[in-house]
């Protein structure tokens, strides 16, 4: 990779990605920055182009077109989909795991195999291809129970059952009703595990694995962790207070395990890998991995970056991560998602967002846009189901938590919706 300013794509247009584009614009070594299909806060920092995070044909082009020098690829559809390989075919770097190794967020089986087969803890499972036979299991195995979707469902293909005929509906939904389509042909069911959640993505390439501050995610939509599963409704940072020997157990038993395993079946993970842990009563337990950034977890955690991301994304293509200085600033963050109306299920689109000016250049409050996009008038308005992430930074977690709710009063839209304990509850 040359040592001049780098011209740079990111492929998503969300708030994982604005998140990207920001620590990316505080490098001196980002040159030109280009976001496709990016968002209306995306576009103050990037040149935004209209081609889908899946069309691959159109990303291999885009990248081609403006001659750039790295191409980031942040969401887990086009991971999954090979979207780097492709790149790396056609001669241009690429940050994200090949299709092979992307496998390890897009089938919750071939997850649940790999972490079997390394003895890498995690929860009792039965992998089911075949309804009947799933609806016979969940029948009669214990409660409560996990069903989830073997492939990809924006981070909303898992129910927790606690009663028998939630999930008996469960399996009917994702088997018999295509609820997810594709992704929920093959379910895997799995035994109850109980204790905090934790989120730690990792940077890897390939052999070395160097964890990042932790985090911890709220999925479900209402307060006190109530209601269905959402891509996320906010996060903290660091999300639990662990102690050398906490950090040097989940490195020596999961983190490290996971990324040998990968190697070792011929499908070298290099990119970010997303570990969703729960830590029960018997120990730390791995919930799911995604391939990629966390989405909100990313705007919690690379604000407290201090090495320059483009140096790290350099090191993990070129295999030196073990000899990369990464420091984080020691200070707590926390994310607030503002979401639509009615998200994760209907909801309107197209409504002003007012307030945003209010914010601009707020220290220590930042606003990444989510589901935004500008009509015909300039007006910023809402684009999708989570619409805003409103983070602050605090020397402690009170108080970053206070700064970001105190932040999200100033921003007004019709329907607004949000969690109110972001980061006082555990889930």
Same mark, same amino acid.
């Given at each position: 990779?040359?040592?001049?300013?780098?011209?740079?794509?990111?492929?998503?247009?969300?708030?994982?990605?604005?998140?990207?584009?920001?620590?990316?614009?505080?490098?001196?070594?980002?040159?030109?920055?280009?976001?496709?299909?990016?968002?209306?806060?995306?576009?103050?920092?990037?040149?935004?182009?209209?081609?889908?995070?899946?069309?691959?044909?159109?990303?291999? &082009? $885009?990248?081609?077109?403006?001659?750039?020098? #790295?191409?980031? /690829?942040?969401?887990? %559809?086009? *991971? =999954?989909? +090979?979207?780097?390989?492709?790149?790396?075919?056609?001669?241009?770097?690429?940050?994200?795991?090949?299709?092979?190794?992307?496998?390890?967020?897009?089938?919750?089986?071939?997850?649940?195999?790999?972490?079997?087969?390394?003895?890498?803890?995690?929860?009792?499972?039965?992998?089911?291809?075949?309804?009947?036979? &799933? $609806?016979?299991?969940?029948?009669?195995?214990? #409660?409560?129970? /996990?069903?989830?979707? %073997?492939? *990809? =469902?924006? +981070?909303?293909?898992?129910?927790?059952?606690?009663?028998?005929?939630?999930?008996?509906?469960?399996?009917?939904?994702?088997?018999?009703?295509?609820?997810?389509?594709?992704?929920?042909?093959?379910?895997?069911?799995?035994?109850?595990?109980?204790?905090?959640?934790?989120?730690?993505?990792?940077?890897?390439?390939?052999?070395?694995?160097?964890?990042?501050?932790?985090?911890?995610?709220?999925?479900?939509?209402? %307060?006190?962790?109530?209601?269905?599963?959402?891509?996320?409704?906010?996060?903290?940072?660091?999300?639990?207070?662990?102690?050398?020997?906490?950090?040097?157990?989940?490195?020596?038993?999961?983190?490290?395990?996971?990324?040998?395993?990968?190697?070792?079946?011929?499908?070298?993970?290099?990119?970010?890998?997303?570990?969703?842990?729960?830590?029960?009563?018997?120990?730390?337990?791995?919930?799911?991995?995604?391939?990629?950034?966390?989405?909100?977890?990313?705007?919690?955690?690379?604000?407290?970056?201090?090495?320059?991301?483009?140096?790290?994304?350099?090191?993990?293509?070129?295999?030196?991560?073990?000899?990369?200085?990464?420091?984080?600033?020691?200070?707590?963050?926390?994310?607030?998602?503002?979401?639509?109306?009615?998200?994760?299920?209907?909801?309107?689109?197209?409504?002003?967002?007012?307030?945003?000016?209010?914010?601009?250049?707020?220290?220590?409050?930042?606003?990444?846009?989510?589901?935004?996009?500008?009509?015909?008038?300039?007006?910023?308005?809402?684009?999708?189901?989570?619409?805003?992430?409103?983070?602050?930074?605090?020397?402690?977690?009170?108080?970053?938590?206070?700064?970001?709710?105190?932040?999200?009063?100033?921003?007004?839209?019709?329907?607004?919706?949000?969690?109110?304990?972001?980061?006082?509850?555990?889930?």
């Amino acid at each position: 990779m040359k040592r001049g300013p780098l011209d740079i794509l990111i492929v998503g247009g969300g708030g994982r990605e604005h998140a990207i584009a920001w620590s990316l614009r505080r490098s001196p070594r980002t040159g030109s920055l280009y976001c496709a299909p990016g968002n209306a806060g995306i576009a103050a920092l990037a040149e935004c182009v209209d081609v889908a995070a899946t069309d691959l044909d159109g990303q291999v &082009a $885009l990248a081609r077109e403006k001659a750039v020098d #790295l191409v980031i /690829v942040a969401p887990d %559809d086009p *991971l =999954a989909m +090979g979207l780097v390989d492709r790149l790396e075919a056609a001669g241009i770097p690429a940050f994200g795991p090949r299709r092979a190794a992307a496998r390890i967020e897009a089938s919750k089986s071939f997850a649940k195999d790999l972490m079997r087969k390394a003895g890498i803890p995690t929860a009792d499972y039965v992998t089911f291809d075949n309804p009947v036979e &799933a $609806l016979s299991h969940v029948s009669e195995c214990p #409660l409560p129970v /996990v069903v989830k979707a %073997d492939g *990809l =469902a924006l +981070g909303k293909g898992v129910r927790i059952c606690h009663v028998r005929e939630e999930a008996v509906q469960a399996v009917a939904d994702m088997m018999q009703q295509e609820a997810f389509g594709q992704a929920g042909r093959r379910v895997v069911v799995e035994s109850f595990m109980t204790g905090p959640e934790l989120t730690v993505l990792a940077f890897s390439d390939g052999r070395t694995v160097v964890p990042m501050v932790s985090s911890r995610d709220h999925k479900r939509a209402f %307060d006190g962790d109530q209601g269905p599963n959402t891509g996320g409704m906010g996060a903290v940072a660091p999300g639990a207070d662990l102690s050398p020997a906490q950090e040097k157990d989940l490195a020596d038993r999961i983190f490290q395990p996971t990324i040998d395993a990968l190697r070792e079946m011929g499908s070298e993970f290099r990119g970010v890998l997303y570990f969703g842990l729960m830590l029960t009563p018997d120990g730390p337990r791995v919930v799911e991995y995604n391939a990629r950034f966390g989405d909100p977890e990313a705007q919690a955690v690379l604000p407290l970056l201090e090495t320059d991301l483009v140096d790290i994304v350099e090191a993990v293509l070129e295999g030196r991560l073990a000899s990369c200085d990464i420091r984080w600033s020691g200070r707590s963050s926390c994310c607030v998602v503002l979401a639509s109306g009615g998200y994760p299920g209907s909801y309107r689109k197209g409504l002003p967002i007012g307030g945003l000016e209010s914010l601009e250049g707020m220290q220590d409050v930042l606003v990444f846009h989510a589901g935004t996009r500008r009509d015909g008038d300039g007006q910023v308005v809402t684009a999708g189901g989570r619409v805003l992430g409103v983070t602050a930074v605090a020397n402690d977690l009170d108080s970053a938590i206070d700064r970001a709710y105190e932040a999200c009063e100033s921003i007004r839209f019709e329907g607004r919706m949000m969690r109110r304990d972001i980061g006082r509850t555990h889930p």
